[in-house]
């Protein structure tokens, strides 16, 4: 092969053809450098015919500079990129760019340089010196990742370095991983368990795709279970993947995992250092990382042998990216599986509908955990009526749930509080002008955060300190929040039970690992008595003394931008009761509701499941919603309002017209400002059998928006704001 082409690392541009030189060696999937224009660009060297592009004259190639030692990405990689992008209407790079995640395992040496603190102290201290000091106690890492963590310029480091205050140290990054020993410590499974586990580690000596949906309650062992396919992958030499749905949950998991397994899994995910992210890279593109736990993005990574990917909890919306490649990583494993020609398993308490349905006509395989283990009882489950319990004004827990509270904190067991908003309140206002306190950058609400002394915006990061005056009317002191966040509730129950231990769980306050951890070991000690929490508390936790759950508002769900509203409040609900009574005491489930009579929340009163999914399924077949057909979003934004709306009513002129699909706007966003870009959408329903992508594509394609106007596509959407 003299002559390639190559996929190019940027979305601007197309593929683009090279030749190789005299003696270099390279195939289809090699990573390599070229030279473009000035510069160099990394590139995938793809399988020939399977990119367009214009033949360049032979004489014009320029020559490939150097091939990057990594292992060429495999034939079924290769195909997911393709499948990916072509799916998710997203540029190949954008798709390759997730796959070559690691700029250091691109090439760069195999030590690397960090920094410490040495334990001097500098000629001149100054205020920012000594906090950056203070701040540095214990840790190691780039310039850049100490800048971050100590809040300081990367100069200030550098002038640190200069004083001898801070040294370089040289790390070895490869260092292999210890490898898990998939007999360390096995469970005895129940029959159910153990049935279960059989079947799943047949699936995997296989070796076939095999999409398979584990449902199973809230603590019927899922985990236990699913360790058992795992360990045989593991013999087998074969490499795992397990995706979680939250970087706070993974604590947990790795304590089980090392209790297992008697060392802990590799660990991928966004906060990772740029030297453990190589070294984790490495590791799993020359298959030496046995089992890798991650957040979505560890499943674009190039598996040397991958023989098995576990997506836990996988009905959930964080699976789902909603920015850059909007893909679901559920959806991407099960095509990951098939081209790789391995299981798949979707462990869930409360699959998705879409999920479920597969099962249903037999294109995945359903096992079942029906009961919890060890014989405790799923919770019982009671509604409390906000329109007759009414709790007083500026109050949110009624008797029942007061009652509940002080039952518990005398008989010394745990209780939660389940409320999906952070912060202290959605809403401050001005008592004086009524002035409301909104983002400039965003149509929201500033969310009020006590813990912080902040007001935020959560969906653009903005922050600030709540102003001593009205910035309307002047008038000074004057602020008022309206609506309960977790940190009110919290509030709340101190107010009413001054003795109680109260610990609110959010990602503001468990956001790292570590404090996660440091939460998990307080709740496990008994060192909480109450926790309030948002949906991070609904998944995954087991704490053997919580005996009572109160849903604070389970109507908060059915507002709002999410397309399967009623499945989410359903699932959230589920998951948070799923905590109570885990061990050998029974649960109390509480639900604060003004809608009892609403199917979601009735079907949640009964334990009914199977009618909630039932009348679910119904309305998506009305609807021709998923799974009965399909969705996809078209979102338009500029930071000019007119340029952003004509621009969306000129597409909207030139709709395709057809009868196996249909176009609804274009309308204003319901957030219609977005970190200062004005957006605009449509929302395209599509008969299964419509072939949406394409389209998409080419109504999107045959037109020219102006440079200012950026275009989002959306398919499979799940939030719709
Ligand atoms: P799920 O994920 O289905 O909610 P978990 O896997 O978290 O359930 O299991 C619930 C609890 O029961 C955990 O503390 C787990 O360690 C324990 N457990 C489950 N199965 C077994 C078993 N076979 N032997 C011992 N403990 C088990
Ligand atoms: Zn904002």
């Known amino acids: 092969m003299n002559r390639v082409r190559l996929l190019v690392l940027n979305a601007a541009l197309g593929p683009l053809d090279y030749s190789v030189p005299e003696g270099m060696r390279v195939e289809p999937g090699s990573v390599v450098i070229a030279p473009l224009g000035p510069r160099t660009v990394t590139g995938i060297v793809w399988d020939e015919g399977r990119l ?18 990594v292992p060429p990405l495999a034939e079924p990689l290769r195909r997911l990129i393709e499948w990916t992008a072509d799916y998710y209407c997203a540029a190949l790079a954008s798709v390759a760019r997730m796959v070559l995640s690691s700029g250091g395992a691109l090439g760069g040496p195999t030590t690397t340089t960090e920094y410490r603190l040495t334990g001097g102290t500098p000629e001149r201290m100054t205020p920012q010196r000594l906090a950056a000091i203070e701040a540095l106690e214990g840790e190691q890492g780039t310039i850049r990742e100490l800048a971050g963590i100590a809040d300081v310029s990367e100069g200030v480091l550098r002038g640190l370095v200069n004083q ?70 593991v013999r087998m030499g074969r490499q795992v993947l397990v995706l979680l749905p939250e970087i706070a949950l993974t604590e947990n998991f790795l304590v089980r995992f090392e209790q297992r397994f008697g060392t802990p899994p590799v660990l991928w995910h966004s906060s990772l250092k740029s030297t453990e992210r190589r070294r984790a890279w490495r590791a799993i593109s020359e298959g030496t990382a046995q089992v890798v736990v991650g957040a979505r993005s560890a499943l ?26 909007r893909y679901n990583a559920r959806d991407v494993s099960v095509m990951r599986g098939r081209f790789e020609d391995i299981p798949v398993v979707l462990a869930s308490a409360t699959p998705a509908l879409e999920s479920l349905h597969m099962a249903e006509i037999g294109t995945y395989e359903l096992m079942e955990l029906p009961s919890r283990f060890g014989g405790a009882e799923l919770p019982d489950i009671k509604l409390v009526n906000l329109t007759e319990e009414k709790p007083p004004s500026g109050r949110w827990l009624s008797a029942p749930i007061i009652h509940g509270l002080e039952d518990r904190l005398a008989k010394g067991e745990q209780s939660l509080l389940f409320l999906n908003r ?3 309140a959605p809403l401050t206002l001005c008592r004086n002008c009524g002035h409301r306190f909104q983002c400039p950058n965003c149509s929201a609400w500033l969310v009020e955060h006590r813990l912080s002394a902040r007001l935020a915006c959560h969906h653009c990061g903005l922050e600030t300190a709540p102003p001593k005056t009205c910035p309307e009317c002047g008038e000074g002191d004057c602020l008022v929040a309206c609506g309960p966040g977790v940190e009110r509730i919290a509030d709340e129950v101190r107010d009413l039970f001054p003795e109680a231990r109260v610990a609110v769980a959010t990602s503001d306050t468990l956001g790292s690992p570590e404090r996660a951890a440091e939460f998990i070991a307080q709740a496990e000690a008994k060192a909480i008595d109450v926790i309030v929490g948002t949906q991070l508390v609904t998944k995954g936790f087991h704490f053997p003394e919580l ?82 057909g399909r969705w996809a979003a078209i979102i338009l934004s500029s930071e000019d309002e007119k340029e952003a709306r004509e621009a969306a009513v000129r597409l909207g002129d030139t709709r395709p017209q057809r009868d196996d699909l249909y176009i609804l706007g274009p309308a204003p966003a319901p957030l219609a400002l977005l970190r200062g870009r004005y957006r605009y959408r449509f929302l395209v329903n599509a008969r299964r059998s419509a072939n949406l992508q394409d389209t998409l594509r080419e109504w999107l394609d045959a037109h020219d928006f102006p440079p200012g106007v950026r275009v989002g596509v959306d398919i499979d959407p799940y939030s719709f704001v």
């Open 300 to 325: 674009f990574l190039p598996y040397a042998k991958l023989g098995l990917i576990i997506v836990d909890e996988a009905h959930e919306v964080s699976f789902k990216q909603d920015d850059g490649v």
């Open 164 to 233: 001898g205050v801070i040294e370089p140290v040289t790390v070895a990054i490869d260092r292999p991983y210890p490898p898990a020993d998939p007999d360390f410590d096995q469970p005895a499974l129940s029959p159910d368990q153990l049935d279960v586990a059989k079947r799943l580690v047949q699936a995997v000596e296989a070796r076939r795709f095999a999409p398979i949906l584990l449902d199973g309650v809230t603590g019927s062992g899922k985990t236990e279970v699913y360790f058992e396919p795992i360990a045989e992958a």
């Open 547 to 628: 005996t009572l759950v109160g849903v604070v508002d389970a109507d908060l769900g059915l507002e709002g931008g999410d397309l399967r509203a009623a499945e989410r409040t359903y699932q959230q609900v589920a998951q948070v009761a799923g905590r109570a009574g885990r061990g050998e005491k029974p649960g109390e489930v509480l639900i604060q509701t003004r809608h009892p009579d609403a199917p979601v929340i009735a079907a949640l009163a009964n334990g009914d499941r199977d009618a909630f999914y039932a009348a679910e399924t119904e309305a998506r077949r009305d609807a021709g919603a998923p799974p009965f």
């Open 422 to 424: 952070r912060g202290y």
């Open 52 to 69: 367009p592009g214009r033949a360049v004259d032979a004489s014009k190639l320029r020559p490939i500079r150097e091939v990057v030692p």
